[in-house]
């Protein structure tokens, strides 16, 4: 039961807003607990949470206070809870969450920092896919049926890393214009904050589009 009142003063200690809204207030750092690497602004209102719910000496709140592994970095949003990195999907959510700025930005208050840096996790991480482009595109990290079957953090992640990757010769157009959607509708979101990435987004984008062509 003390946990429990723990969690809830913890979450409201976070979000001083109306009970409306407390509960959407939460969904953008509880979206980046599949980012990896060192934690980031967006993730610190789950993190104490998470830790109020857990109990000191318990397996959970040991893997709750390990330190994150620098060398992890900026590394996009893994699939589920494995450690597979799916391009797709993760550009369709970076695509989706630009709209949902666009359109709503507006009525998200204080959490559209949160919604921008959400995006420009995933976009940092496009980018360094499309370091080939125009040869080749790279779409996916790891090996979909073995991660599927081992749940584990990426710390103690010691599988092979498959790299997979879309060319000319090996065509993915899907992925690709997906990317460049991506891509291009982050664009729109920091073309006001961040002039010089919203410029960069663009000319990349147009560039994984005239390949996805």
Same mark, same amino acid.
């Given at each position: 039961m003390g946990g429990k009142a723990k969690l809830q003063r913890d979450i409201l200690s976070l979000d001083p807003g109306s009970p409306s809204e407390k509960?959407?207030?939460?969904?953008?750092?509880?979206?980046?607990?599949?980012?990896?690497?060192?934690?980031?602004?967006?993730?610190?209102?789950?993190?104490?949470?998470?830790?109020?719910?857990?109990?000191?000496?318990s397996t959970d709140y040991l893997e709750i206070k390990l330190r994150p592994f620098r060398w992890l970095g900026r590394q996009c949003y893994y699939d589920a809870g494995d450690n597979v990195k799916f391009g797709f999907p993760m550009a369709f959510t970076a695509t989706m969450l630009s709209w949902s700025v666009l359109e709503y930005g507006k009525r998200m208050? $204080? *959490?559209?920092?949160? @919604?921008? #840096? &959400?995006?420009?996790?995933?976009?940092?991480?496009?980018?360094?896919?499309?370091?080939?482009?125009?040869?080749?595109l790279y779409v996916g990290v790891g090996e979909p049926d073995a991660d599927h079957r081992c749940w584990?953090?990426?710390?103690d992640m010691d599988?092979?890393?498959?790299?997979?990757?879309?060319s000319k010769t090996n065509p993915g157009s899907d992925v690709? $214009? *997906?990317?460049?959607? @991506?891509? #291009? &509708?982050?664009?729109l979101v920091f073309r006001v904050t961040d002039r010089a990435y919203s410029r960069r987004l663009l000319a990349v984008a147009k560039s994984v589009m005239a390949f996805a062509m």
């Amino acid at each position: 039961m003390g946990g429990k009142a723990k969690l809830q003063r913890d979450i409201l200690s976070l979000d001083p807003g109306s009970p409306s809204e407390k509960k959407s207030s939460m969904q953008i750092p509880m979206l980046n607990s599949n980012t990896p690497g060192e934690k980031n602004p967006t993730n610190q209102a789950a993190d104490r949470a998470e830790v109020g719910s857990a109990s000191p000496g318990s397996t959970d709140y040991l893997e709750i206070k390990l330190r994150p592994f620098r060398w992890l970095g900026r590394q996009c949003y893994y699939d589920a809870g494995d450690n597979v990195k799916f391009g797709f999907p993760m550009a369709f959510t970076a695509t989706m969450l630009s709209w949902s700025v666009l359109e709503y930005g507006k009525r998200m208050g $204080g *959490e559209v920092g949160n @919604a921008r #840096a &959400a995006i420009r996790w995933a976009t940092d991480y496009l980018l360094k896919a499309t370091t080939q482009t125009p040869g080749k595109l790279y779409v996916g990290v790891g090996e979909p049926d073995a991660d599927h079957r081992c749940w584990e953090r990426p710390e103690d992640m010691d599988t092979p890393r498959a790299v997979y990757s879309v060319s000319k010769t090996n065509p993915g157009s899907d992925v690709a $214009g *997906e990317t460049a959607a @991506a891509l #291009a &509708a982050a664009s729109l979101v920091f073309r006001v904050t961040d002039r010089a990435y919203s410029r960069r987004l663009l000319a990349v984008a147009k560039s994984v589009m005239a390949f996805a062509m």
